[in-house]
């Protein structure tokens, strides 16, 4: 084997073993690396007791209720599960039914998620408001596609 | 524009014109510094600096 | 083909030609870059949610295109000089590394100036986010790296082994908004449905094209120039950068 062959296994033995190690790794510690939980994963109780998570859905269209001050109630859903959520305080200038929304909170003990803070999570569509409209009748114009239950995908 | 959000917008068209313009300056600075450098050394072929 | 390739390797036919190169790619990327931005502020129609918050778009992506190209690029580069001990690769890793750096830090902070209005937050530490920042922390340690030895080639050999280390990181980044739930949104480009049904309307898309190629033909420019400079730096003893410079 000469000087050149053996750098170029160094190199390509570098660069596998890393990706490996990362494949490896990534498939231990999935679980740990998902931003938020789904109402699917909080409905099947996988989901640390009583600790503060994310809970991250679609704000379910026709649940939004605005009590008096900035008290709102509404529901997060995946594909199949929904969570109702209680939450006073400012919301996103993107907050509305129908949008992706990620909660921060706890789940209380009348199985309404207390959230303290709401981001709007958008999607990686752009359109003018015009072409929106036109889509306005197709289902799945917000998709629950990206709300993918933890425990399903980290096994 | 919606005023609201005209300082993110700007902010950020902002600071890519800074980003591009130090990628520009800053080899520009390098070479001249090297330049002065190089023909300061020039009667000296074997000088190190 | 390999005569080709070993007089382009040589130092004083880079330099040249890089001579002759660099002022047409700068001129090309600013021309773009000018027509692009100025199609994204003005043309371009507000988004139906984000409304004119989404313009940042045309300077976000690009500047994250770049970040991960660049890392690429200079894996590419460190593999080439720990294989074949080229000179001018291992030029390459050294001297893009500061352009990177400062590519990863511009989409990292447009990115925060793009998610207050619009996510609510100008950071979360998700998969994305925090994989794009580690891109930076790489960027930085093959800055630090190179100026931690005073000879030039070990220098350049020790950073090439550190790009190929962290390169395994690119593909993180790209793919961190499928693997994992995120609250970045997918890629709109960069994405196989996407190709099929774009995800971006026409009047929204041209300019962001161009910025992209805007973006990509500076960093050329970017990265020849200070691989010239190091060139000088390295070869100011020898004979063609003396005639190059003698008055």
Redesign the interface.
Known sequence: MTKRQKRIYAVAGLVVGVGVAAALGFTAFRKNMMYFYTPSDLIAGDVPVGANLELGGLVEKGSLVRAEGLKIQFSVADCAKAVPVRYEGVVPDLFREGQGVVATGHMGDDHVFVATRILAKHDENYMPPRVAESLKSEDGKHSCAPFKSVAANAG | MNPKYAFFIWSSYALTALVLLWNLISPALTRKALLNKISAGNGDPESDE | MWTWFHRLASPPTFYRLANLLTPWL?ALALAL?AIG?YGG?YLA?????????????Y??VP?AALSLSIYMTMAVAG?IA???RMKLAEIAVVTAA??GA??T??AL??GM??G??????YW????RLTSELVLLFLYLGVIGLNQAYSDARTAARACA?LA??G??NVP?VHYSVQ?????H????IL?ID?IAKP???G??LWPLLLTLAGFYL?FGA?LL??M??EV??RE??A?W??EL???
Not at chain 3, 116 to 121: E, S
Not at chain 3, 185 to 188: A, K, L, P, W
């Open positions: 700068l870059l931005v502020l129609p507000a988004d139906y949610q984000q409304g004119d918050a989404f313009r940042i778009i300077v976000h500047a593999g720990l294989i074949w500061p352009i400062s590519f830090a511009l902070i447009t100036l793009w207050k209005p619009t996510w609510g937050a979360v530490w998700d998969a082994w190929l280390v390169v395994i993180i693997w994992w739930n995120s609250l949104q997918g890629s709109t994405s996407g995800k971006i309307s009047p929204m500076f970017a120039r200070r010239q400079n000088l730096l100011k003893n004979r950068v003396q410079f003698a008055i």
